[in-house]
T-cell receptor, first 112, second 114 residues
Framework: GNSVTQMEGPVTLSEEAFLTINCTYT??????LFWYVQYPGEGLQLLLK?????DKGSNKGFEATYRKETTSFHLEKGSVQVSDSAVYFC???????????FGKGTKLSVKP | DVKVTQSSRYLVKRTGEKVFLECVQD?????MFWYRQDPGLGLRLIYF???????EKGDIPEGYSVSREKKERFSLILESASTNQTSMYLC?????????????FGAGSRLTVL
């Protein structure tokens, strides 16, 4: 089945720093790819997605590009804010009735 | 604007007790899921359901069962709670079609088993 490897955290950055969280996956075919974010005390919510190769998902200043050559979907943001402090999960589609395969999560802390 | 509601945010139970975790969605979604979230392990799928009275085992179904009697409600049951089931439990739903469909999550239920 599909699987995902995500950069381990925690990641601590200063405000306005550049962020990259690496994500690679193994899959049969070309599954849709997702990034979810979990703010403290909350459930997960969709951050962005890409459904085919070379697609770029973007939201709230975050971007990720579907790279089939490297089977990667790295999350980037040019200038992080304190409010971006959260746990980020990379998740390829699992191939069964809408299930997603979640990475272990990367905790991001942004300091003022 | 609440779409997936988990009735209990925090529960404390004793070993051997029967525990029910309830999840209700108001989006008329066909698919519903139960995950558990543990530090360093991420989210792991316990069970999912793609229709009323239908259920499929996920990656870690041992010690759990589920019930889906109505489309909007998906219950997770711990028949005899154990300390290793202390965790955060997350319910999610999505429309039929898999693939690119987005999962909508509830806020989570944090269960402590003493």
């Amino acid at each position: 089945g599909n699987s995902v490897t995500q950069m381990e955290g925690p990641v601590t950055l200063s405000e306005e720093a550049f962020l990259t969280i690496n994500c690679t996956y193994t899959a049969t075919g070309y599954p849709s790819l997702f990034w979810y974010v979990q703010y403290p005390g909350e459930g997960l919510q969709l951050l962005l997605k890409a459904t085919k190769a070379d697609d770029k998902g973007s939201n709230k200043g975050f971007e990720a590009t579907y790279r089939k050559e490297t089977t990667s979907f790295h999350l980037e943001k040019g200038s992080v804010q304190v409010s971006d402090s959260a746990v980020y999960f990379c998740a390829p589609y699992g191939g069964s009735q809408g299930n997603l395969i979640f990475g272990k999560g990367t905790k991001l802390s942004v300091k003022p | 604007d609440v779409k997936v509601t988990q009735s209990s945010r925090y529960l404390v139970k004793r070993t051997g007790e029967k525990v029910f975790l309830e999840c209700v969605q108001d989006m008329d979604h066909e698919n519903m899921f139960w995950y558990r979230q543990d530090p360093g392990l991420g989210l792991r799928l316990i069970y999912f359901s793609y229709d009323v009275k239908m259920k499929e085992k996920g990656d870690i179904p041992e010690g759990y069962s589920v019930s889906r009697e109505k489309k909007e409600r998906f219950s997770l049951i711990l028949e005899s709670a154990s300390t290793n089931q202390t965790s955060m439990y997350l319910c999610a739903s999505s429309p039929l079609g898999g693939g690119a469909n987005v999962l909508t999550f509830g806020a989570g239920s944090r269960l402590t088993v003493l």
